[in-house]
């Protein structure tokens, strides 16, 4: 249970305000009804002293409250709607189709409902994400030595001048040879903390972020420039491999992870900083001076603490356990309670070897 005024009070407000900013960072059980719940709640708030503020819907579990009916704190916090999952199987079932109003008739979904739910949770419409799909299928046909041509039509794609416009959309190009494409994939992972988005080939992972973090637009946008790459949606076998360790880390079972990271993002001396952050024991922290000391580089702590803050790998790479030198939390690109949140999670559940 939390005990600190400071943070009741600010969680106390962020329950008030349904902060969905916040799901996952703490749950509240009510006193007077013996139920806990997420901050998006939509049941009436209760008065500041019926409530005790829980980091972990497991703590809160342990303290005899039974999970609210209405928001469900036992489930994942970004779980895909009925309407989106079956949206997402169906596009799996035929990925190189043409969608119309009609489809959406015969599964029973108005297309403005998969429109609107579609943007929600992947930050794109549901035509945007199918037009994705196949255009996975024709960079991998193209990969594989098929002309651009035939690529085209087994993707779906009648017009050459729409699979070019699409092509262009995500590529920045339309591609001439094999060698001129380079397909990552990336996946939309939940976790106790809110969604993620991991990215990655077939070798190595090239970003992993909270999908709420600001500036992941063009921290994208940035890494499919310089590589000149392809995303599209998708999975291999690191994104599956990334999958289960993050549920292993958010379960407490692992001290580190061993998915692969790119060594082509960043510059050598960020990725020599990234590399001391994975040094950083889980359950420590050190400050930007104790980092620059380690990298040695004493007097660079301004340089380091900008690398600390390019790191597009979250959580691998832990840039949430650096803090100030006078022990604060200072800053975290996925939120400052989320950093929090980790931090306690660390503390309280470090594996033996």
């Not at 749950?27 to 009804?33: A, D, E, F, Q, R």
């Not at 946008?221 to 590589?227: F, G, I, V």
Request: aromatic content about 10%.
């Amino acid at each position: 249970m939390i005990n600190d005024p400071s943070r009741i009070d600010f969680y106390y407000k962020l329950l008030v305000e349904k902060n969905s900013a916040y799901e996952g960072t703490f749950y509240v059980g009510v006193k007077t009804t013996g139920v806990f719940c997420r901050p998006t709640c939509p049941a009436k708030k209760p008065k500041k002293e019926n409530c005790e503020f829980f980091s972990t819907a497991k703590e809160a579990a342990l303290a005899s409250y039974r999970p609210c009916k209405r928001c469900q704190p036992l489930s994942l916090p970004s779980v895909l709607s009925p309407e989106v999952k079956k949206l997402v199987i169906a596009i799996e079932e035929n990925p190189q189709k043409k969608w119309t109003d009609k489809d959406f008739d015969n599964l029973s979904i108005s297309a403005n409902t998969a429109r609107r739910q579609f943007k929600k949770q992947f930050g794109m419409t549901f035509i945007e994400y199918a037009r994705s799909r196949r255009l996975g299928i024709a960079f991998n046909h193209i990969r594989n030595g098929k002309s651009l041509i035939d690529s085209q039509l087994d993707s779906g794609f009648d017009s050459g001048n729409g699979f070019r416009d699409a092509f262009y959309r995500i590529m920045g190009h339309v591609p001439k040879r094999t060698k001129d494409v380079r397909l990552l994939k990336s996946k939309w992972i939940e976790t106790k903390l809110g969604s993620m988005v991991a990215i990655a080939d077939d070798n190595a992972l090239f970003l992993l972020e909270f999908v709420d973090r600001r500036g992941l637009e063009s921290e994208i946008n940035n890494l499919r420039a310089k590589l000149s790459i392809a995303i599209v949606p998708g999975t291999n076998s690191i994104l599956e491999k990334l999958e289960l360790e993050l549920s292993e880390y958010f379960d407490g079972a692992i001290n580190s992870f061993t998915t692969p990271v790119s060594d082509e993002i960043g510059t050598s001396f960020q990725r020599k900083v990234w590399e001391a952050l994975k040094n950083i024991p889980r359950g420590r922290t050190i400050s930007y001076k104790e980092l620059a000391v380690l990298v040695g580089s004493p007097t660079a702590y301004r340089a380091v603490a900008r690398a600390n803050g390019a790191n597009q790998i979250s959580l691998i790479i832990p840039c949430h356990r650096v803090i100030n030198a006078n022990g604060g939390y200072g800053g975290y690109g996925g939120g400052i309670q989320r950093k929090v949140w980790l931090l306690d999670l660390e503390r309280n559940n470090i594996v033996l070897p």
